[in-house]
């Protein structure tokens, strides 16, 4: 359980280069629940797009980058699901028993906040339609189902409008998208169009790929929908409630 | 690269193709209800048929050469002959040998994937035989011309509207036949063909080593097949192997409830040999033909085994919304889907399929669904770190990647190039492709590092 180490911030870098304002989101929330954080600045990638793209040797090189600066570390939290995954699932394979060590550190947000018993303490307000997309390597490759909807739950005003069914991809997949525009672009507008069936006005999510995607794909057929990651939707449902900043 | 730039050519047209999306939604989803309610209706407990089954198929893999041996042994006692085809051209000389032999001008088959592997309709047609397709879905993507778009359910992508159609035009029914009057027309068109033709083909959906192929279907065309010609020819892959009847109580049910949501399918045949001395029905020769192509190359490689698993329920495919988006043909594969996308590669060469790895969001949707858990997704994984460990002369994506390594060991490296990226962001604009430009996200002003420096979030 929770040390008395400060808590790592492990920053996937989407959200370094383009949205740092989803980690500043996370960072929020974290201190209004009591948590002290800290954050390594040499850290850059876990490696994930090169294995994904089947390029073995450059992802143990940055893989390896990411153990030496995260060593110390006794717990990481990192708003994405997929990142997480990366660690906790493939370094193994990837690194041996270094990999093993810093798969066992990793956590992913939503995750994070059941296992630290915070869920409880979210207090705020979001008075919105909303529908949660959870990422395809939250839910299959760390069994994250439930815990970010009770998340949501916590906060006074939301509706959930979800969907029915199995979570779908919404077509991101690293550099899949790049090299399957086409069928990464129709796959977003199926899923897209799930959320619109199912009456959501904002949709949830906890990974900043699906995130990007998803934004690029309202873009593209001029939708006015809303897709935030679940921290920046917590810190907008947290910011003016009095209970979110007692704890 | 001709069957890449294929891929990429058709499954573009079809991701655009939003008529086409809505009739394969539609129909794939009127069988995730069927599967999922008979998962519940039929099982206390799914997960634990799934992975019974897994160790069931691994006893076989283990075992496989001997158990094949045994089927060989157990079914020629019966009267059945066993040849051995190492690859799809053995196979087809085989058959072409079999019929000349015998002077067969007209045959009759069954569904079966393996035959579309060997690619046996070709072949006949080259040899002047004539063929009829015997199933209801194969028959109408025989008449179009087409190949089956879907493992299971080859007629997939095509409406009752379309198949009225089609029957319309090459069977001369009213163009605005129901589906009962559609089934009636087929089978008039088929009911004559058993009794005339020289001999049929079918494939096997199970071998028994105890000496009997098994065979499930839904229409009866498959054992009027098999049983009313002089000579029943089985194509089927090695891994087809189960040991013994009683595993067909947790294989039968698995394979339906996964194929096509029923708890059983209508006919399930257990042949054991061609007619025997004092009985009436059956064909006089029964051959089998148990087809490699590829097969023991896979089973060769430890990580790739167990995709030797399978049992061509068609579940990968219906689960995995690259399929849903670009149909089964853009593959140009016998095995669409994820299957195809795993077995492929070591079947026909990675060079050449290698892009159908990579042409998924690796959603592990199809490992979710598999009956015999077969770790699809992470299968495709493996595949692209072989096809790059394996391939030869300049690769950009390696040159990138390398470059990328070199820049993400570094936080100072990565501020520089970030700086330059910003910069430069217009201009890079302009030079990248369409696709990447215009998933390329913009680069946020500063990074969080940078702003975490500058004292944010404290």
Redesign the interface.
């Known amino acids: 359980m929770p040390s008395d180490q400060p808590l790592s911030l492990f ?1 996937p ?9 989803m ?2 989101s996370m ?2 929330v974290l201190h209004r629940l009591g948590c002290e954080v800290r ?1 390594r ?5 876990c ?1 994930q ?11 143990k ?2 893989a390896r ?1 990411f153990i030496a600066v995260f060593q110390d570390d006794e717990e990481l939290v990192c708003p994405s699901g997929s990142c997480t995954a990366m660690v906790r699932n493939f370094y193994p394979g990837l690194l041996g028993d270094a990999g093993r060590k810093q798969a066992g550190a990793v956590f992913e947000f939503s995750e994070y906040l059941a296992r630290a018993d915070l869920i409880g303490k979210i207090k705020g307000s979001f008075p919105a339609k909303i529908a949660f997309h959870n990422s ?2 939250s839910y ?2 760390l069994g994250i189902a439930e815990v970010p909807m009770q998340i949501i739950a916590q906060i006074d005003g939301v509706e959930l409008c979800q969907p029915a ?2 979570p ?2 919404c ?3 690293g ?13 977003a507008d ?1 899923r897209l169009q799930m959320f619109l069936d199912a009456g959501a006005e904002v949709v949830v999510s906890n990974d900043p790929g699906c995130i ?2 998803l934004r ?1 794909e309202c873009t593209d057929r001029g939708l006015s929908m809303r897709i935030l990651h679940l921290a920046e939707f917590l810190d907008e449902a947290m910011a003016d409630h009095a209970g979110g900043r007692q704890v | 690269m001709k069957t890449k730039s294929e891929f990429l050519r058709k499954a573009a047209v079809k991701a655009g193709d939003k008529i086409h999306r809505a009739k394969i939604l539609k129909a794939i989803t009127t069988y995730t209800g069927k599967v999922e309610g008979m998962k519940s209706a039929q099982y206390h407990d799914w997960q634990q048929a799934r992975s019974l089954a897994a160790q069931t198929k691994n006893y076989v893999l283990r075992h496989l050469p001997d158990l094949l041996e045994q089927f060989e042994r157990n079914i020629t006692a019966n009267g059945a002959q066993v040849l051995w085809a190492e690859d799809a051209a053995e196979a087809r000389e085989h058959i072409r040998r079999i019929f000349r032999e015998r002077k067969v001008r007209k045959v009759v088959k069954s569904k079966s994937m393996t035959t579309e592997e060997i690619e046996v309709n070709e072949l006949l047609g080259g040899e002047g035989i004539e063929v009829l397709e015997s199933d209801l879905g194969e028959l109408i993507v025989q008449l179009a011309g087409e190949k089956p778009y879907h493992i299971v359910t080859p007629a997939m992508h095509k409406s009752r509207q379309d198949i009225a159609a089609l029957f319309h035009e090459k069977l001369g029914v009213p163009a605005s036949s129901s589906a009962e009057e559609l089934t009636m027309a087929a089978r008039d068109h088929l009911r004559s063909a058993y009794v005339t033709a020289d001999a049929g083909i079918t494939g096997a959906n199970f071998l028994l080593a105890e000496g009997a192929i098994v065979m499930t279907e839904n229409e009866g065309n498959g054992r009027l097949t098999m049983s009313c010609p002089p000579v029943h020819v089985v194509i089927a892959g090695i891994e087809k192997i189960l040991p013994a009847m009683e595993n067909l109580a947790l294989f039968l049910p698995l394979l339906t409830t996964s194929g096509t949501g029923q708890q059983i399918t209508c006919y399930n045949s257990v042949v054991r040999g061609p007619r025997a001395a004092g009985e009436q029905d059956g064909p006089q020769e029964m051959i089998v033909i148990l087809l490699d192509n590829g097969r023991s190359a896979m089973y060769g490689e430890p990580e790739f085994q167990h995709a030797l698993r399978c049992i061509r329920c068609g579940a990968c495919l219906n689960a995995c919304p690259v399929y849903r988006t670009v149909g089964g043909h853009a593959y140009g594969t016998t095995y669409q889907g994820p299957i195809g996308s795993v077995i492929t590669p070591h079947m026909r060469g990675m060079a050449e399929f290698s892009h159908l790895s990579s042409a998924s969001s690796l959603c592990g949707a199809c490992t979710q669904v598999c009956p015999v858990q077969i770790d699809l997704h992470h299968l495709l994984l493996k595949n692209r770190a072989k096809a790059t460990e394996e391939k030869r002369g300049v690769d950009l994506w390696q040159v990138g990647f390398a470059g990328w390594a070199r820049v993400m060991t570094s936080r100072k490296r990565l501020e520089g190039v970030r700086r330059l990226a910003v910069a430069g962001e217009a201009s890079l604009r302009v030079i990248l492709p369409h696709a990447l430009r215009k998933r390329l996200p913009l680069p946020a002003k500063k990074s969080f590092a940078r702003l975490w420096q500058e004292g944010a979030g404290r």
């Not at chain 1, 870098?13 to 304002?21: F, G, N, R």
């Not at chain 1, 600045?41 to 990638?45: K, L, M």
């Not at chain 1, 550099?175 to 796959?187: D, P």
């Open positions: 920053i870098c989407l959200i370094d280069q383009v949205y740092p304002e980690g500043f960072v929020r954050y600045d040499e850290q850059t990638c490696g797009p090169a294995f994904n793209a089947g390029h073995q040797r450059e992802a090189t940055v980058h395809c390597h299959r490759e069914g199995e779908v991809c077509g991101f997949g550099v899949f998208s790049v090299k399957f525009s086409a069928i990464a672009g129709a796959m199926t990007m995607h690029q």
